[in-house]
Nanobody, 112 residues
Framework: QVQLVESGGGLVQPGGSLKLSCAVS????????MAWYRQPPGKQREWVGG???????LHADSVRGRFTVSGDNAKNTVYLQMNSLKPEDTAVYYC??????WGQGTQVTVSS
């Protein structure tokens, strides 16, 4: 059974940082594409970035230079480091594995 469990969300002030984690079980992150998505209030879910089995990292234009995706194969966990957060980054953040496996999401709120 494949499970993805996100954690690390919360309330942060503009300009602050958060690091999200996605703990994976049932599959190895070194064998599949892993990605982060987010869904802002009232908007569609959008791709944020991802990591491939090759180690290649990809990031959406809207977050490039501020967010970094990474993976720890030993812990079978994927991370999303978010710096210089803006109010428009407020969203529920989801982890996804190839095969349409999704986590339950974690709320990130950027507000003063």
């Amino acid at each position: 059974q494949v499970q993805l469990v996100e954690s690390g969300g919360g309330l942060v002030q503009p300009g602050g940082s958060l690091k999200l984690s996605c703990a994976v079980s049932g599959i190895s992150i070194s064998d599949v594409d892993m990605a982060w998505y987010r869904q802002p209030p009232g908007k569609q879910r959008e791709w944020v970035g991802g990591v491939r089995p090759t180690g290649a990292l990809l990031h959406a234009d809207s977050v490039r230079g501020r967010f970094t995706v990474s993976g720890d194969n030993a812990k079978n966990t994927v991370y999303l480091q978010m710096n210089s957060l803006k109010p428009e980054d407020t969203a529920v953040y989801y982890c996804r594995a190839t095969g349409s496996f999704w986590g339950q999401g974690t709320q990130v709120t950027v507000s003063s």
